[in-house]
């Protein structure tokens, strides 16, 4: 069974920084492309950024320079370090495996604001 938990949305100030986890088990971590996808009220669910099973990264202009992809294979763990946070990026923030039909985790919340 694919299960996807996310963790680490918090309510923090604009210019602050925030660590997602996502914890993967049920399908072989390591070699599966990870991304992370974000969905604000009243707007389609949009990506953040990739890691590939290749080793190549991939971020969303928004997202180049201020976060960064990264993963545990051992520990079947997705990261997202985000900083320098804007109200912008406030959003439930998810992790998504490339595998299969795809899979998503239930998301966590993400705010920023003064």
């Known amino acids: 069974q694919v299960q996807l938990v996310e963790s680490g949305g918090d309510l923090v100030q604009p210019g602050g920084s925030l660590r997602l986890s996502c914890v993967a088990s049920?399908?072989?971590?390591?070699?599966?492309?990870m991304n992370w996808f974000r969905q604000a009220p009243g707007r389609p669910r949009e990506f953040v950024a990739g890691?590939?099973?290749?080793?190549?990264?991939t971020y969303a202009d928004f997202a180049q320079g201020r976060f960064t992809i990264s993963r545990d294979n051992d520990k079947n763990t997705l990261f997202l370090q985000m900083n320098t946070l804007k109200p912008e990026d406030t959003a439930v923030y998810y992790c998504?495996?490339?595998?299969?039909?795809?899979?998503w985790g239930q998301g966590t919340q993400v705010t920023v604001s003064a």
């Open positions: 049920g399908f072989p971590f390591s070699r599966v492309s």
């Open positions: 998504r495996a490339v595998y299969a039909a795809g899979y």
């Open positions: 890691d590939l099973n290749d080793g190549r990264r």
